[in-house]
Each structure stands twice: as structure tokens, then as C-alpha cells.
């Protein structure tokens, strides 16, 4: 965890000058905006601390940085640290918020930190047969868990087989909408085709998904979506 936090800071740093005065005081105020992820809110926010007018694609990569530092304080919450074992739901949680903060870097710069991640966890020993390294559990419980924008629609194509889809919808943090849909019933089967527009609440970020995704009856579904 030291390592992943003293490697993003120079990186957090480098981006957000070019987008604000002061990144570290704009890391603190951002309490605002977790608090509050309103429309008004962010933009009270970006006008206190942005020194230049900042495009759409800026303000989404501003926020996600500042969300990479939000998750870089998280994954030192302390029940992560109070156990035994690094199997442990507390542990897991917290490599979930490193996962999260890398998973930003990513996206923000193209850089991978996750295999010198799961790297130094190999010197983490579980003491519980059968878990192995903290790597193993990384890859077994953390990397599985990764949400994105392509998992959200593919998780809403799969759910509009069986059920009816609004033309709007809201699922957690993210916001769907229906651009295009159709659906095919014969006995068992189902096959549903469709575009929907998908919006992170947290980033700001957006993007179009087109699926097909096909159901063959009992447990066997097919499908793809790009």
C-alpha cells in the first residue's frame, strides 16, 4: 500500500497542475463534493480550484484522479488492518480500493501498476490452507470484482431478457440510457439486441454500448457487446 500511495503521488501531482492551483488542497475539498455529487456541486467545485476553464473530457479526468487519491486514503481504513489473516473480508476490502485506484491510473494515463502490485503480494502469506499468497487472493477475490462502464451495460443487456428495460434507468452509481432495443422470444429462448448510453455518476464519464445477447434456456447464456 506505501508503495501503490508514493507511486501515484508524483503522477497525481504531474496531471492535476495542468488542471488546477493547488492539487492537494483540491484533494482535501473534494470532501464537497463526496458529500454532495449533485451538477452544482462539482461545478462549485471546479470553479474554486480550476484556474483555466476546463473542457468535458478535463473535468472527467480531473475527477477521476482526484477519485484514484480518494481511493489511495481508503485502502489504509483501519479494520484492514486489525486481523490475522489477509484472506479476511477486511483485507480484501481494502485491496479493493488499491484495485480502484490503479484501475483510475489506468485509465487516466495508460499506466499499469497491478502486476508490481500482485508482485509484492506474493510475500504475504495467508495462514489459511488453500488462500495461499495475498497474490492469489488479489487475483481470486479483488480482481474479479472490477466494475467499469462495459460491465454495467453488459450486466443491463443480460437483465433486459428477462425483464422489461426502462427507457432510463439508474443502478447504483451509474445512469442508463435506452437509444435502441429489441427483443425476440421463441419458447425457452430469448435473444435481445440494442444500444444503450451509460454516464458514471461519480466521473462524469460517458459512452455508447451496443450488445447482443442470447438466452438457450437453464444456465446458458451468450452474448457480446462492444
Known amino acids: 500500500m506505501d508503495w501503490l500511495r508514493d507511486t ?28 454532495d455529487r449533485s451538477p452544482a456541486s462539482v ?22 484522479l482526484l477519485e484514484m487519491q480518494r481511493n489511495a486514503l481508503l485502502m489504509y481504513t483501519s479494520c484492514g488492518w486489525f486481523f490475522d489473516d489477509i484472506s479476511g473480508i477486511e483485507p480484501v ?24 502490485f500482485i508482485a509484492l503480494l506474493h510475500d504475504a502469506k495467508s495462514n489459511v490452507p488453500g ?39 439508474q443502478i447504483l452509481n451509474y445512469e442508463i440510457r435506452t437509444e435502441s432495443y429489441d427483443r425476440a422470444i421463441a419458447g425457452d429462448q430469448r435473444l435481445a439486441m440494442g444500444r444503450i448510453f451509460l454516464k458514471s455518476l461519480v466521473t462524469g464519464e ?8 442470447f438466452y438457450l434456456g437453464n444456465h446458458n447464456f451468450l452474448g457480446g457487446a462492444r
Open 93 to 116: 476490502q481494502v485491496m479493493q480500493y488499491a484495485c480502484r485506484a490503479m484501475q483510475l491510473l489506468r485509465e487516466v494515463t495508460g499506466l499499469d501498476l497491478e502486476p508490481d
Open 43 to 64: 461545478d462549485a467545485f471546479i470553479s474554486a480550484h480550476a484556474f483555466r476553464p476546463l473542457s468535458p473530457e478535463d473535468r472527467v479526468q480531473a475527477i477521476k
Open 131 to 169: 488462500y495461499k499468497t495475498g497474490a492469489d487472493i488479489y487475483k481470486n477475490y479483488v480482481s474479479t470484482a472490477v466494475v467499469d462502464l462495459s460491465r454495467v451495460g453488459f450486466h443491463v443487456a443480460l437483465s433486459s431478457l428477462i425483464t422489461e428495460t426502462p427507457d432510463q434507468v
Open 8 to 35: 501515484l503521488v508524483p503522477i497525481y501531482v504531474d496531471r492535476m497542475n495542468s488542471f488546477f492551483s493547488d492539487p492537494w488542497q483540491a484533494r482535501d475539498d473534494y470532501i464537497s463534493v463526496i458529500l
Open 206 to 213: 460517458g459512452n455508447s454500448l451496443e450488445f447482443a445477447v
